[in-house]
């Protein structure tokens, strides 16, 4: 006799589309999507190369520019990092694939889609220890 493993209920057992309010993740992506924009336009000027007038600022003032332009670079990486994501999921959204792990077709919990809402795979797929 086999035990009854009750932890294994489908995952296709979950009504995705109906447990979530799609309008609402949708809005969630749009939003996030339209900070990181405006992010990206503020913190341009600081991604420039340093052209400074060395005679007006001096050496130091220089280097705490270059520092500032290495952060802006650092941060505008992961910022488009992040649009490219919502960019897909908004992509997804519009196919009707939204909800479903692109790895394995699976539909992702509705838990993880509310804790972010452009996440691509499900929680096998993206191998997270012990998140939902
Ligand atoms: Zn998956």
């Avoid at 913190?43 to 705490?64: C, I, K, W, Y």
Wanted: net charge negative; charged share 30%; with cysteine.
């Amino acid at each position: 006799m086999f035990p009854l493993d009750v932890g294994l209920v489908s995952a296709r057992s979950y009504p995705v589309m109906d447990d979530l309010n799609i309008g609402a993740m949708k809005a969630r992506l749009v939003d996030r999507r339209a900070e990181l924009l405006a992010d990206d336009a503020a913190t341009s000027a600081d991604r420039a190369p340093v052209e400074l007038d060395q005679q007006s600022v001096g050496r130091l003032s220089r280097m705490d520019a270059m520092q500032v332009r290495e952060m802006a670079r650092a941060h505008a990486g992961r910022r488009r990092a992040e649009l490219a994501r919502i960019d897909d999921a908004l992509e997804r959204l519009d196919a009707g694939d939204y909800g479903h792990c692109t790895a394995c077709g699976e539909a992702i919990a509705p838990k993880r889609l509310a804790w972010d809402p452009a996440i691509a795979t499900c929680v096998r797929c993206a191998g997270g220890g012990g998140e939902t």
